[in-house]
């Protein structure tokens, strides 16, 4: 049966750092692409940030969090991270960490979901 | 402004079918990028109800169903359960932005 287990959000001041945890089992971590979505309070799901699979895996961010977080994963552990640097109330969202299955990245769907950890930035 | 454009509520009664649109532009679904579709129950996380824009997962009725023409998406629900209120997304992938996208998702309201 295939997990995903978010940890480490929390209550932050803006301006602080955080980082997220997604442990992972029931399916080979190393051969597939990660990432992570958010949902605002009372808004829809948007996307974050990608990793793709292997070690030198190819990383994307959106225009909203580029420079400001870092998704990494730790294949030896199955687990994906996002470090959460000079935070925003605007970051305030559940964060979802996700599988990502398909072939090329136009075709690429979040198949299973973690159930999600609260970050709140303020002060 | 979501890139997706998606209507913010839908109805229907009990057995009913209910369509729920998904529009883009040609730099993703126009452009050939798939479209996927997610359920979401307020409180819960979203989970995949459609992919490859008309496949569905193993477990999910085949009550639900997928379609994309041009530059739009649509998914179907027949024979309507109250169990089905949730909120309804749309997803793809933006060529030109290079970004995973989802639409601003859809309420649906069974009657």
């Known amino acids: 049966e295939v997990q995903l287990l978010e940890s480490g959000g929390g209550l932050v001041q803006p301006g602080g750092s955080l980082r997220l945890s997604c442990a992972v089992s029931?399916?080979?971590?190393?051969?597939?692409?990660m990432a992570w979505v958010r949902q605002a309070p009372g808004k829809g799901l948007e996307w974050v940030a990608t990793?793709?699979?292997?070690?030198?895996?190819?990383?994307d961010y959106s225009d909203s969090v580029k420079g400001r977080f870092t998704i990494s994963r730790d294949n030896s552990k199955n687990t994906l991270y996002l470090q959460m640097n000079s935070l925003r109330a605007e970051d305030t969202a559940v964060y979802y960490c996700?599988?990502?299955?398909?072939?090329?990245?136009?075709?690429?769907?979040?198949?299973?979901w973690g159930l999600g950890t609260p970050v709140t930035v303020s002060s | 402004q979501s890139v997706l454009t998606q209507p913010p509520s839908v109805s229907g009664a009990p057995g009913q079918r209910v369509t729920f649109s998904c529009t883009g532009s040609?730099?993703?679904?126009?452009?050939?990028?798939?479209v996927h579709w997610y359920q979401q129950v307020p409180g819960t996380a979203p989970k995949l109800l459609v992919y490859?824009?008309?496949n569905r997962p193993s477990g999910v009725p085949d009550r639900f169903s997928g379609s994309r023409s041009g530059t739009s998406a649509s998914l179907a629900i027949t024979g309507l359960l109250a169990e089905d209120e949730a909120d309804y997304y749309c997803?793809?992938?933006?060529?030109?932005?290079?970004?995973?996208?989802f639409g601003g998702g859809t309420k649906l309201t069974v009657l």
């Open positions: 996700a599988k990502l299955q398909g072939h090329m990245f136009h075709e690429w769907f979040f198949h299973y």
């Open positions: 029931g399916f080979t971590f190393t051969s597939y692409a």
């Open positions: 990793i793709t699979s292997g070690g030198g895996g190819k990383i």
């Open positions: 040609n730099s993703n679904i126009g452009a050939g990028s798939d």
């Open positions: 490859g824009n008309t």
């Open positions: 997803q793809s992938y933006d060529t030109g932005l290079s970004v995973w996208i």
